[in-house]
């Protein structure tokens, strides 16, 4: 149900936290409900009460809330506590929450074990909340904060909520009182990571386990292995991993972080197509016909893009590869990949194929490839765990005559409607192409193949979740844009994945992804030391030397409407002036400031791009001081500039020259950044 978040508490009832319904709002706003009639001179000269608390913004946000009046604060004595007969099974949470929380506050919050004090913070699986299920949890916030959960996972999504709440707050330690239940309605909520083309370090992917936390995605997919590398170090097979590639050891680091975070790694080993470094390390492996040899996909022309599974020879080298990497991992999932080998025209215009076909007495060669999956299947649940494969022997008009197993799970791509697969008895994992991939080596404008349409997504889509679909992904490939940055693909996969945070736990969204972008950057990251956004909601331009309102909507207050969409841009007639161009903007109050962001236009245009630029602030609009300078990158990315803290009203952004040369200025939004309270700054008890 689309709409604002509000504060809704419903009649408490067991039931389970899916099919509790959004619209619930009905018993909060009927006892909202007063009499028309004028007040009583009596009643007009009493007090007013104190309204109750709304409900906290957080991402995703709360399921339900009913506010209570004050706050609870987190004080210089208070505590992370657990009932002693739960310590076993709660310390490792209490210890990660305490630890995150001291970093976040700037003094060391203990781990106790016993009864909670006032300002402590009480961690529990015992609640007769049985409905929150295996993620839900029950926050109370009074004179002590208790997070209450029929699971360690439940609880320490509590207090990623907790630390959300209180990194949006300036002082960073107050939460609101009241109560929240809260829970995802949906089980598997992913990011997939293709780190076969790309190499990304551990410390990138334990940064990218921290953020799923902070915003409770759960599933970590990595896609170790495509034509570009490698990426796993084996004992058996040395020289087949990329000079790039994790070793046992960086598994093991990276997996044991993401226990601490409640994230489980689903690992990748692309069979039987992307194989091009296993071929490589063993020509043998190839196919002889160039049309299976080869393939139409980004690497595929180099050939050795497909293992020649009609031969035992290499049946016996998957198996013994599989059998060393398997136990690797602690996912009850393996992804054996399954993708993109070449369609049936490819498939029947290679002699050794088709022969193995006939000979196996097989309808298709493409039953060859389903039967090679049921065997990596039978090897896969031989180690006690659930096989994974991407949907593709039955998309665009391949033809099989026998199917994979049934208990295989399936990363469906090709529909927005994961129902079709779902209804043929398979569990999926719905990850639609159009709506999920972020191929930023493709897209060069919002909504473009591969550069997610986050309005669309976020407002439209009905993330559809018949029975059998246990999940969705947010799939970052990194085709034809391996040589870029880590920040430079983080820039594309930010905001979809926020939404996916926000959709698929299910709670009230904001009335447009505009306001949603609003309250994800106002509380920002995990990080504890990052500055947040002020809110846009209380700025206004104040002055712009140019804008362009007649050819296109270009007026300046878009570079303050959180809407990426849209664009300032200064005037095209007459004859334009050459920068500097200018935009001052008054930030409704004075803030402590420590920087800025700037968003270049996202529409596929480079008109206007800032090159170099000043950016000042100022107390009264008139009086300013030069805080930042320097040259932004020519890309379509978000820039973020930070300065030593100062406390100011307005704020003035100066470009100096455009990055093409041309004499215009645009610029989709302008962020400024509010420093984090400093530490040393909790209140006594």
Avoid at 496 to 503: I, S, W
């Amino acid at each position: 149900m689309r709409g604002r978040t509000r504060t809704v508490w419903p009649a408490l009832a067991v039931r389970r936290p899916r099919r509790t319904p959004f619209a619930v709002a009905a018993l909060a706003v009927g006892a909202l409900i007063l009499p028309l009639a004028a007040p009583s001179p009596a009643m007009a000269a009493a007090p007013r009460a104190k309204a109750a608390n709304p409900a906290p913004a957080v991402v995703p946000s709360l399921q339900e809330w009913r506010g209570g009046r004050g706050d609870w604060r987190l004080t210089r004595d208070s505590r992370v506590v657990v009932p002693r007969a739960q310590a076993d099974e709660l310390t490792a949470t209490a210890e990660t929450f305490a630890t995150d929380l001291s970093a976040l506050s700037g003094r060391t919050v203990p781990v106790a074990e016993g009864v909670p004090r006032r300002g402590d913070v009480l961690l529990t699986t015992r609640t007769a909340d049985r409905a929150l299920g295996s993620e839900g949890y029950r926050l109370t916030s009074a004179s002590a904060l208790t997070i209450e959960a029929p699971t360690a996972t439940g609880v320490f999504y509590g207090t990623q909520t907790v630390q959300q709440i209180l990194k949006a707050d300036p002082d960073r330690s107050r939460v609101p009182r009241g109560t929240a239940r809260d829970w995802p309605r949906t089980g598997q909520r992913a990011q997939m990571l293709d780190v076969g083309r790309k190499f990304f370090p551990v410390s990138y992917l334990k940064s990218q386990i921290r953020l799923m936390a902070w915003q409770k995605l759960n599933t970590f997919h990595l896609h170790l292995t495509d034509w570009r590398g490698f990426r796993i170090r084996t004992e058996k097979f040395p020289g087949l991993a990329a000079e790039e590639a994790y070793s046992a050891a960086d598994l093991r680091e990276l997996q044991d972080y993401a226990r601490r975070y409640h994230v489980e790694i689903i690992p990748e080993v692309d069979l039987p197509g992307h194989a091009t470094p296993i071929t490589a390390y063993d020509p043998s492996l190839r196919f002889s016909c160039e049309s299976m040899d080869k393939a139409q996909w980004p690497g595929g022309e180099l050939g050795g893009w497909t293992l020649d599974i009609t031969k035992e020879h290499t049946r016996d080298f998957v198996r013994e590869l599989l059998d060393e990497i398997i136990p690797m991992f602690d996912s009850e999932y393996f992804h054996v990949g399954g993708d993109e080998i070449g369609y049936d025209p490819a498939k029947y215009a290679c002699p050794e194929l088709v022969a193995y076909q006939k000979e196996r007495g097989f309808a298709y060669p493409g039953d060859v490839f389903v039967d090679f999956l049921n065997t990596l299947n039978r090897q896969v649940r031989g180690h006690g765990k659930t096989t994974e494969a991407w949907e593709w022997w039955n998309v665009y008009g391949q033809k099989s005559s026998i199917s994979p197993d049934k208990n295989i799970v399936f990363d469906t791509w090709v529909s927005d409607d994961p129902s079709a697969l779902a209804e043929q008895g398979y569990r999926v994992v719905a990850t639609p192409e159009q709506r999920l991939y972020v191929s930023p080596g493709f897209g060069r404008k919002l909504g473009d193949y591969g550069y997610v349409d986050v309005r669309a997504v976020y407002e439209d889509y009905a993330f559809p979740a018949p029975d059998n679909v246990t999940g969705y992904k947010v799939a970052r490939w990194s085709d034809k844009a391996e040589e870029q940055s880590p920040e430079w693909f983080d820039f594309f996969a930010r905001r979809p994945l926020q939404v996916l945070a926000e959709r698929t736990w299910g709670g009230p969204r904001s009335a447009t992804v505009w306001e949603f972008f609003a309250r994800a950057d106002a509380i920002g990251g995990p990080a504890p030391g990052e500055p947040t956004a002020l809110p846009k909601s209380a700025m206004r331009v104040t002055s712009v030397d140019s804008e362009e309102t007649g050819q296109e909507p270009g007026a300046a207050t878009r570079a303050l409407d959180d809407n990426p969409y849209t664009h300032w841009h200064t005037a095209y007639s007459p004859a334009p002036d050459a920068p500097p161009h200018e935009i001052t903007v008054d930030t409704g109050a004075r803030h402590r400031l420590a920087g800025f962001r700037y968003l270049p236009r996202q529409d596929g245009g480079t008109n206007g791009r800032v090159g170099d630029y000043e950016f000042s602030v100022s107390d009264d609009g008139r009086t300013w001081r030069t805080v930042a300078r320097g040259a932004f990158a020519d890309d379509q990315t978000e820039k973020q500039v930070s300065f030593a803290p100062t406390t100011a009203r307005h704020v003035r952004l100066r470009a100096l020259s455009a990055t093409n040369g041309g004499p215009f200025t645009s610029m989709a939004e302008l962020t400024v950044l509010r420093a984090p309270a400093g530490h040393g700054e909790l209140a006594a008890p």
